[in-house]
């Protein structure tokens, strides 16, 4: 599995054939969208920083789009999505969260969640998580802090802080990396099997953004 960051929350993830685009950026949104042909497009909101389902069809892949609650199969990829909320862009909205069971693998992508308090049955169903993918830039989604000890509660392998580079709060990373104790060197992608999680427990990984 390869993992790299397109910036805000956006991300590809790619395993053998299937590529996965994580809240692509749209073409309304301040940010700079990236175009990739993606199997699979999860958005969390309906935001354009996360709603560019239409920028990741590319030549002869047109994705197929899952943009709210309920469980999901496609291409031997297993997809549950959970209610959660945001504030991210002013009033409250709906935020999915996802979890993605791939390569003997379980992703959580919390989206642009903004409150650190889980349902107890969501909590349940996020068991087991070895990549999570967290938003750490305040207005509107979690502060750096309450993203932290969210993170730490579901007991993830790794941690990839997300939604502060261009849309979250100044400092955000740098006062998450704080929190957390850590300060890893950002990689341009994450290559990852099963095996490198063993002894993994809540360690931070920092992606640079490739847009």
Partial sequence: MIITHHGGEFFKVQFGDITLALNPVSKDSKLKPSRFGADISLVTANHPDFNGADQVAHGEKEPFVISGPGEYETKGVFIK?????TEYGGGKKVNTIYSVALESMNLCFLGAISSKDLKSETKEAL????????PIGGAGVL???DAYKLAVSLEPKLIIPMHYEGVG????LKIFLKEAGENP???E??????KDLEGKEGDVVVL???V
């Fill in 81 to 85: 999505g959970f209610l959660s909320s």
């Fill in 208 to 210: 640079s953004s490739v």
């Fill in 189 to 194: 992608k994450l290559t990852l099997k099963k």
């Fill in 143 to 145: 502060s750096p802090a």
């Fill in 185 to 187: 060197t950002p990689m």
């Fill in 169 to 172: 709060e100044k400092d955000s």
């Fill in 127 to 134: 068991d087991e998580i070895d990549v999570l993918f967290v």
